[in-house]
Structure formats: structure tokens, C-alpha cells
């Protein structure tokens, strides 16, 4: 049986809504960060070397980065959904973005968290201007300008169908929800990314969607 190892506000919540949406069965192993660090617990580090979340394992299998879980998992039990058909274009579209989502848009994400942590960590008195200042220009000069621009892309990318790679879901989808999840807690989607903003709501509202939240630890990137 899957098994998957899910940390609280992690990356493991879409793939939890994937296991939801191919109905399969599996069980769900939790994990708590640590309440000071927010690290993940030294117990992942028994399933896998890196500690990381989230992590599947079936049978002798196991997998810890979030594309290739997703992909393993359409490609094994999703007999054809959530994937388009193979050498069709919209093909080549959705194994890019599952890509895409971790290795494009996320690292300037995880940039604006450190930056803007950066600037309230506690330092002594005499450096935090400096800190702030690198901070604030590293963010107005580079970070930020390159997610207006993947969003806009995104934007465009969502105007013909609503979907990121055909006229249905696929596993795309489902990776891209993580970062644009991320994205909407900071940006006003609603008035300046409006497909993003209807992508959002529509996935939210989705059954195997809330299933997925109810069946979770705490998932939110506010």
C-alpha cells in the first residue's frame, strides 16, 4: 500500500489532494514540525536521508521529490487521468510545468521568505539597518521583478482553458497549486491575476480538494 509521509504546511498537501483525486488506497503517516524551528522532524530522516516531506513509499519504492511522486503516481494508478496522452502537445506542456513549479517559480518564492525573515531575525542593533537595507534592495531589485514576471506568464498560461496543460485537470495542476497557493498570500491576485485568482478558487472548491485538507495536519502559507 502507499504510505504517505506528510509534514504539516508542506508540499504533502497536494499530494495528498493527488491520492484524493485518483482514488486509491492509502494510509497517511504524520509529522509535526518542530515548534521553534519549524523544522521537520529527525523521524523522516528514518524514511529518507534528506528528512524531507513529502516522501512516499510503495512496497520497496520510495520517492521524495514532488514532481517525480506525482508523476510515479499517475503513471501507476491513474490509468490515463490526470495526464494528457502521451506525444500530444499538451504532453510536453504538462511534463514541463510539473517541472516547473519547483524548479522556475518556487526558489524566488522561498527568497522573498528569507529576505523578509531577514529582516525581522533578531541581530544586534548596530547591523539590522544594514541587513534590512540589503534586504529590501535584493527584493526590489531582482526577487520581486521575477515574480511579477513568472505570475504574469502564469496568468497568460491560464487564459485559454483555465487549466495549465489541456481542456482537463492533470497532475500540472496539482503541482502548480503549492507555489500559486504560496504566491496568493502575499499578492492580490484578485485584482491584478485574475486567472490565477479563478484557478484558485476552483481547485479549492473541489471534493477530493477538501477531502484532502480534512484528512491533513494544518496547511497554511499566510
Not at 504533502?12 to 494510509?27: N, P
Not at 490526470?82 to 506525444?87: F, I, S, T
Not at 525581522?120 to 515574480?147: G, R
Not at 485559454?160 to 496568493?184: C, Q
Request: hydrophobic letters at 40%.
Amino acid at each position: 500500500m502507499i504510505t504517505l509521509h506528510y509534514l504539516e504546511n508542506s508540499r504533502a498537501q497536494r499530494i495528498l489532494w493527488l491520492l484524493e483525486e485518483l482514488g486509491v488506497k492509502y494510509e497517511i503517516k504524520h509529522y509535526r514540525r518542530n515548534s521553534e524551528t519549524m523544522l521537520a522532524p529527525p523521524e523522516l530522516k528514518k524514511v529518507h536521508p534528506l528528512g524531507k516531506s513529502p516522501i512516499i513509499t510503495d512496497g520497496e519504492v520510495c520517492i521524495a521529490e514532488s514532481a517525480a511522486i506525482v508523476e510515479y503516481l499517475i503513471d501507476h494508478y491513474g490509468n490515463g487521468k490526470l495526464r494528457p496522452k502521451l506525444n500530444s502537445p499538451d504532453y510536453l506542456i504538462y511534463r514541463e510545468k510539473l517541472h516547473y513549479a519547483e524548479g522556475s517559480i518556487m526558489p524566488f518564492l522561498l527568497l522573498t521568505l528569507i529576505f523578509n525573515k531577514m529582516k525581522t531575525s533578531p541581530m544586534p542593533f548596530f547591523v539590522k539597518p544594514i541587513a534590512k537595507k540589503i534586504a529590501n534592495k535584493i527584493l526590489q531589485s531582482f526577487v520581486s521583478p521575477n515574480i511579477k514576471s513568472h505570475l504574469s506568464y502564469l496568468e497568460n498560461e491560464l487564459a485559454e482553458t483555465g487549466w495549465f496543460a489541456g481542456e482537463e485537470m492533470t497532475g500540472a495542476d496539482i503541482m502548480m497549486s503549492f507555489p500559486l497557493e504560496g504566491a496568493a498570500a502575499r499578492v492580490d491576485m484578485q485584482n491584478k491575476y485574475p486567472n490565477i485568482k479563478a484557478f484558485l478558487d476552483k481547485i479549492h472548491g473541489l471534493p477530493n480538494y477538501q477531502k484532502a485538507l480534512e484528512n491533513g495536519l494544518p496547511y497554511q502559507l499566510g
